[in-house]
């Protein structure tokens, strides 16, 4: 009777399990796209913040890193309750074919990446799951010459704070990014 419902419990937490993982086959990782569920209607119904439009970045710039040219964006940064979901996008200019990851473009060290909040003289950082891990994309690998999406999320600025600047480890600083509610 125990191997019975072992195997029933396996075979649902597989099932559970396969049915979260995007159709591209990737992990998902922080900031995927959402399956069927309450969160992803709601967005789609209008009923919360919008979905960042990742052709349409609020800021842009171009560093130079060890892959070259790299352009990074700010997509949006959204408010919601206690929390804020800052969207990223990052398109370096090499065309090798191999990619990089966060550490090497960053100068040997996973960026640090934090709101700074002009108006109450604060920095946030990215949240930690009870785990103790971060909410955010940590060391992600960026494909070569290919937009990748980065995901982070920090404790919400209160609302009379309208835009905050935000600090991605030694690469940048994006001023007055706007905090959509």
Do not use: W
């Not at 591209?24 to 990782?29: A, C, E, V």
């Not at 052709?55 to 804020?84: C, H, I, Q, W």
């Not at 946030?124 to 799951?129: G, R, S």
């Amino acid at each position: 009777m125990r191997i019975l419902a072992l195997a029933t419990a396996t075979a649902l937490l597989t099932t559970a399990l396969t049915t979260c993982l995007p159709s591209d086959g990737s992990s998902g990782g922080s900031g995927g796209s959402g399956g069927p569920g309450k969160a992803a209607t709601a967005v789609d119904k209008g009923d919360g913040p919008k979905a960042p439009d990742p052709g349409k970045p609020v800021v842009k710039t171009t560093v130079n890193t060890s892959d070259g040219p790299t352009e990074l964006a700010v997509v949006g940064l959204n408010a919601r309750g206690r929390l804020a979901h800052l969207t990223m996008m990052i398109n370096t200019a090499n065309a090798t074919g191999v990619g990089d990851s966060l550490y090497t473009l960053n100068g040997g060290e996973v960026p640090a990446v934090s709101l700074l909040d002009p108006v109450n003289l604060k920095r946030y950082v990215v949240v930690k799951d009870s785990a103790g891990t971060e909410l955010g994309a940590g060391n992600a690998y960026v494909r070569a010459a290919k937009p990748t999406a980065l995901s982070y999320t920090f404790p919400a600025p209160p609302e009379n704070v309208q835009a905050v600047d935000v600090q991605f480890g030694r690469l940048t600083t994006f001023r007055n990014v706007p905090v959509e509610r």
